[in-house]
């Protein structure tokens, strides 16, 4: 049955969308929004997710003339994701909105711990406490949009850089450059955040 | 001065992309998918080019009416007319020639 959201292929989707099928979006959205979600959640803040997966989809939808379908909707439409979450750290950087959390005595005890610390288990165990990820906040709100979204992809993540340059649609070339420079810069962050 | 080696910036990596990862937990509500909806429904229809084969078919859809009119016009009119075949003619030439001609004239 081709007119069946639930069967129909992508790319079948995408051209009734683009008939006047609005509705047909909708089979779309439901499909694909665990992967937008997962996306989102990692590279904005808890408070703004919300916002930043309508402005995914909306982008999404407004940009479906141009969907050529050779890399597949999905890949499409995470690289649209990432784009998305890129604007709004430019965004938010540009209007100096950025939280600029207070690194605490417990934050410093934290790094204190993981580089003492020897098993690996214990190591991620670490990664689940509420220093970590402040921690990490803190440093990445001192990096600029540009560097805290490669050092998302490719350090945190562990993308290779031609996936990153996909994502971003960037040119590898400028990705391992700029990864590179932010690695830098984001150890000699933490270095002065165990000096304080 | 506390400098930190290379393999402690390897342990920090791992537990801070071990925090990075414990993000995708995060718990977010269904009400923004009905927003999205609302929001492309009301946003302008596409203007895409149509192709010709749509073009040609929606232009055969709209000319089928008329086209159906048109034949049940001219039928009524054909059986409301009094026309002649070929045989007939061959038959009133035979029969008789002189009267033909003063057909063939009117």
């Not at chain 1, 995408?14 to 989102?40: C, P």
């Not at chain 1, 959390?101 to 509420?130: F, Y």
């Not at chain 1, 440093?139 to 560097?147: H, Q, T, V």
């Not at chain 2, 859809?61 to 009094?82: H, K, T």
């Amino acid at each position: 049955m081709q007119n069946d959201p639930i069967k129909s292929s992508d790319t079948e989707i995408v051209r009734r969308v683009l008939k006047g099928d609005v509705n047909a979006f909708e089979s779309l959205l439901i499909r694909y929004k665990d992967t937008v979600l997962k996306i989102v959640k990692k590279h904005v803040p808890y408070n703004d997710v919300e916002e930043t997966i309508q402005n995914v989809f909306l982008r999404t939808y407004q940009s479906l003339p141009s969907f050529r379908g050779e890399s597949g909707f999905k890949q499409w439409l995470s690289s649209i994701a990432v784009r998305t979450c890129y604007d709004f750290w430019r965004k938010t950087y540009r209007s100096r909105e950025v939280p600029m959390s207070v690194l605490t005595e417990k934050h410093q005890n934290w790094l204190e711990q993981v580089i003492t610390e020897q098993s690996e288990q214990a190591i991620n165990e670490k990664g689940s406490q509420n220093e970590a990820r402040e921690l990490l906040d803190w440093a990445l709100g001192r990096l600029s949009a540009e560097d805290r979204m490669v050092m998302e992809l490719v350090y945190l993540e562990g993308l290779s850089g031609k996936e990153a340059a996909d994502l971003l649609g960037w040119s590898v070339a400028n990705v391992k450059v700029r990864c590179f420079r932010s690695r830098k810069k984001l150890e000699k962050i933490l270095k002065a955040a165990r000096q304080k | 001065m506390n400098s930190i080696k290379h393999e402690d910036h390897v342990k920090l990596k791992k537990a801070l992309a071990s925090a990075y990862g414990k993000k995708e937990s995060a718990d977010v509500g269904d009400l923004w998918q009905v927003k999205v909806m609302e929001h492309i429904r009301n946003l302008d229809p596409f203007h895409t080019q149509p192709s010709y084969l749509d073009l040609f078919q929606r232009l055969v859809w709209q000319l089928a009416p008329v086209a159906c009119v048109l034949v049940f016009i001219l039928g009524m009119v054909l059986s409301q007319v009094d026309f002649m075949t070929d045989y007939v003619i061959a038959k009133i030439f035979i029969e008789d020639p002189s009267n033909y001609s003063l057909f063939a004239l009117l």
